[in-house]
């Protein structure tokens, strides 16, 4: 099988560093100088055009280096994505629970990306949005490199229709189809977003799909595209998604747990195709529950 070995890309930030390995102790300060020193002698970190760099060249604040991340031991995860459409300018993808998008973390090769590659050989694929690890469903991806412009703008530009489905608590005593706007920014730890005070940055639109007993199906549409803002508004309803591992509260799981799917679902993406003025429409073949 075509093994894909996907550089993550790092811009360079302002800061006091004179040379690169410097800075990249800096940036990363869990990776000891030595693993840096070793991947630079084994040219696994490279500039925007793939050139190896040495680690005395200057930190050069907006430049773009690329570098190949290491994991020991990395865990597998044994659900699989589906392809649901392809053709020379997209790939839709149906994502399973627990598989992240892109490399992060522990997980470089077990990514929807690095399965996409190896499954197609092709490398200019590239990830059009994100949906978290936990969540479930579609996700688009641009195979080619010249039309990949076109089809960002409509995220850009908000010209995407997403729904979301989710299994949370019963809100009773609330009128629906409800919004949800408020301020959403990073919150504690780094990894969670709260609500905060200030101008609204986040909306959400919130409807029910089916009643039963205490668990309700609900229909998510995220009008604006912050980091968890569903997950954060169906919390602050008072009615977080089942599963949930870091709304109301942070719970302590285990990376290879996987008992309690997030029940979040991006079940729908439709939009106009920029390149043949069409309307596309894809839904996710995946349940919840």
């Known amino acids: 099988m075509f093994e894909p070995e996907l550089p993550s890309r790092l811009q360079l930030a302002p800061g006091p560093w004179t040379s690169l ?57 044994p659900f699989a994505e589906q392809i649901l459409h392809q053709d020379d300018d997209l790939l839709v993808a149906d994502k399973p629970h627990f598989l992240a998008v892109t490399p992060a973390g522990r997980f470089v090769r077990q990514t929807l990306l690095a399965r996409l590659v190896a499954r197609t050989g092709n490398r200019d694929l590239v990830p059009l949005h994100r949906i978290d690890r936990g969540t479930a469903g579609l996700v688009l991806f641009s195979c080619n490199p010249g039309t990949r412009g076109s089809y960002q703008r409509l995220f850009a530009e908000r010209r995407i229709d997403k729904g979301y489905e989710a299994l949370a608590p019963a809100l009773h005593g609330h009128v629906f189809p409800l919004q949800r706007s408020s301020r959403i920014a990073r919150g504690e730890p780094f990894f969670r977003m709260a609500e905060q005070a200030g101008q609204a940055n986040a909306l959400s639109r919130i409807d029910v799909i089916a009643r039963r007993g205490e668990v309700w199906r609900y229909g998510l549409e995220p009008v ?66």
């Open 21 to 77: 390995l410097d800075g990249l102790c800096a940036r990363f300060p869990a990776i000891p100088p030595a693993l840096w020193l070793d991947r630079f002698a084994r040219g696994r970190v490279l500039d925007s055009d793939g050139q190896p760099l040495l680690p005395t060249q200057p930190w050069r604040a907006g430049q773009e280096i690329q570098y190949f991340r290491e994991v020991a031991d990395e865990p597998e995860v």
């Open 224 to 289: 604006s595209g912050r980091k968890h803002q569903l997950r954060v508004h169906m919390a602050a309803l008072g009615a977080p998604i089942i599963g949930d591992e870091y709304y109301p509260q942070v719970l302590e799981r285990a990376a290879d747990d996987y008992r309690h799917p997030l029940q979040l679902l991006a079940r729908r993406l439709a939009f106009i195709d920029p390149l043949s003025g069409q309307r596309r429409e894809f839904r996710s073949a995946r349940e919840l529950g």
